[in-house]
């Protein structure tokens, strides 16, 4: 009976857990399959899977771009150096800075980033100074 009990308990558990997963899927930067981000769109990036880190990028520096324009300009980006994570501030419920720490070429810096909820998905915000810090 103890068993049953346990066993019932950690089934409802995990299902709650796995409900509120994808409640907030890609609606806040650190939902995005138990990473964030910058993290889930280098991940695409690495995969070649341009098309799919479309509607995670919004701004200035991809809105007036078609669709074969983002993407060609997602192809010529580099963006294979490792990162981690170093910071989280909501501004607001629909906006976020992270900052990152990366090594390239033995130098440590740190990076800003701003994201936005656009209709309820969360975007990466891209001007031409966040394409750079990004994409070096």
């Known amino acids: 009976m103890k068993l049953f009990i346990t066993s019932s308990l950690t089934l409802i558990l995990s299902l709650s857990m796995l409900a509120q997963s994808h409640d907030c899927l890609f609606k806040n930067p650190l939902c995005f399959y138990n990473s964030d981000i910058l993290s889930y769109l280098q991940v695409l990036h690495k995969n070649q899977q341009y098309e799919q880190m479309l509607p995670y990028l919004c701004g200035p520096a991809v809105d007036n771009l078609n669709k ?58 891209l001007d031409e100074k966040a394409w750079k810090a990004i994409f070096r």
Do not use: H
Request: proline share 2%.
């Open 68 to 125: 074969q324009q983002k993407i060609n300009k997602l192809e010529d980006a580099p963006f294979g150096y490792q990162m981690k994570r170093a910071g989280v501030k909501e501004i607001s419920k629909s906006e976020w800075n992270l900052t990152y720490s990366r090594t390239i070429m033995g130098t440590q810096e740190n990076f800003k980033i701003s994201c936005l909820l656009k209709q309820d998905k969360c975007c990466l915000y």
